[in-house]
């Protein structure tokens, strides 16, 4: 499974070169895993599909997930099966990000997003250390001796749990040669995770995150929705991708082409409007997706809302797990 012929090279950080930012693997979406790679120890709570399944609902293929079955394929009022674990609720949509229903596209850049919860085992992170970048040893390349530098207590996670790729290859914007594996510009090679939210309004949702930002190498995170990656060209144009500042903070701050700590609104664009948000065009289940930009972040808890005024505080809105 190590033998990718992907052209994921040890480039520079694209942070202050755009020009290098797009890698060129031609990858696909890879076999879902159950959150950390294959024979490690590292358990997302992961429940076959076929378990989560309810009568009568044959579309399931048989992905893996961070959510309990409990909360899985509910019914809608018709008593037609819904293949969602969330759902808008009042418009409002709130999600842990450890209860992520797929985790896809790992092995491009052999990056997992692990799980750490609060009273379970530490997951174990699975990657080679002290090798040197550069030369032919992407994407292996890691020049720690240790795959994840913090020990960040889940109990100061929001659901006291939060996700974080690693393995943390790249701790600090100057440190050379990590390039495409420790910072994803192109979404297609970021190891992605799904979340499936039944809508019942359609309209702009104006998504905020909840992470613990670390300096300028663990900070960023990519957003789409149903395998597209969507851009927000009101201003400062940039595909929907967050940047967080240091500590547990919510925030709204889209990664803007040249305001990359936040975009500021005008006249013209609302504050609101210049930053992260999805528009949901049709009713139904919509796949919505986050997909690492920096390892080494803290992942905890996203909320999408039509209210433009809304604004989480504390632990934010309960989760709006789909009613039974
Ligand atoms: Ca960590
Ligand atoms: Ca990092
Ligand atoms: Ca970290
Ligand atoms: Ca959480």
Redesign the pocket.
């Known amino acids: 499974m190590l033998g990718l012929g992907l052209a994921v090279g040890c480039g520079g950080d694209d942070d202050t070169s755009p020009g290098n930012a797009e890698a060129t693997a031609g990858t696909t979406m890879a076999t879902p895993t159950d959150g950390g790679p294959p024979g490690t120890t590292a358990d997302n709570g992961s429940t076959d599909a076929t378990t989560m399944s309810v009568s009568g609902d044959t579309t399931d293929d048989g992905p893996t997930s961070g959510v309990d079955s409990t909360t899985s394929a509910g019914s809608s009022d018709t008593g037609t099966p819904v293949d969602a674990e969330f759902e808008e609720i009042d418009g409002v949509v709130s999600v842990e990000a450890e209860h992520y229903f797929e985790e896809t596209n790992n092995e491009t850049i052999l990056t997992y997003w692990y799980t750490f919860e609060a009273g379970r085992p530490e997951p174990v992170v699975e990657c080679v250390t002290n090798t040197p970048c550069g030369g032919g040893n992407a994407p292996m390349c890691n020049q720690y001796p240790d795959c ?1 530098g ?3 207590d889940p109990a100061e996670a929001i659901g006291s749990a939060y996700v ?1 790729a690693l393995p943390d290859r790249r701790r600090d914007d100057s440190e050379p040669g990590t390039g495409n594996l420790g910072v994803v510009n192109n979404q297609e090679n970021a190891p992605t995770l799904h979340y499936r939210v039944l809508f019942t309004q359609t309209g702009r949702y104006y998504v905020w995150g909840h992470a613990r930002g670390q300096g300028p190498a663990a900070n960023g995170i990519h957003l789409g929705i149903d395998g597209t990656w969507p851009d927000n060209d009101l201003i400062d144009p940039s595909s929907m991708r967050m940047q967080f500042p240091n500590g547990w903070v919510w925030t709204q701050n889209r990664r803007g082409g040249s305001q990359h700590t936040g975009v500021s609104g005008t006249d013209e664009v609302s504050q609101r409007d210049a930053n992260i948000w999805l528009d949901i065009e049709s009713p139904g289940v919509h796949d919505i997706m986050w997909g690492m930009r920096e390892d ?1 972040l ?1 992942w905890d808890k996203f909320v999408m809302v039509l209210d433009p005024e809304f604004e989480p505080e504390g632990d934010g809105p309960p989760e709006t797990t789909l009613r039974q």
């Open positions: 994840d913090d020990a960040i974080e080494g803290e």
